[in-house]
Nanobody, 119 residues
Framework: VQLQASGGGLVQAGGSLRLSCAASGSIFSINVMGWYRQAPGKERELVAAITSGGSTNYADSVKGRFTISRDNAKNTVYLQMNSLKPEDTAVYYC??????????????WGKGTQVTVSS
């Protein structure tokens, strides 16, 4: 199983970016999918998460600006980021709780994509 993230880049404050993360491999089902971020010198933190049923959870710092969604048929999770601020600068990682046939659910991480917001 692999998670491949894309969509990071450099944007000015107030701009938007859309991150995508696709899971591939021998997947039976995916429970929660989410995005985390880690800024230099800081711990990795949850940005947003979404269950297979569509329930969402957001960090207070991104509520109202970021929207997480997923396409279950494509095993893909998205993060639409609007009104970006310099403090959103970080490496963004996707995460998924993936069940393979014959195995219990396991946590998988993508390699991370850099998001840089200039002031």
């Amino acid at each position: 199983v692999q998670l491949q993230a894309s969509g990071g880049g450099l944007v000015q404050a107030g701009g938007s970016l859309r991150l995508s993360c696709a899971a591939s491999g021998s997947i039976f089902s995916i429970n929660v999918m989410g995005w985390y971020r880690q800024a230099p010198g800081k711990e990795r933190e949850l940005v947003a998460a979404i269950t297979s049923g569509g329930s969402t959870n957001y960090a207070d710092s991104v509520k109202g600006r970021f929207t997480i969604s997923r396409d279950n048929a494509k095993n893909t999770v998205y993060l639409q980021m609007n009104s970006l601020k310099p403090e959103d600068t970080a490496v963004y990682y996707c995460n998924a709780d993936i069940w393979m046939v014959g195995y219990a659910g396991m946590d998988y991480w993508g390699k991370g994509t850099q998001v840089t917001v200039s002031s």
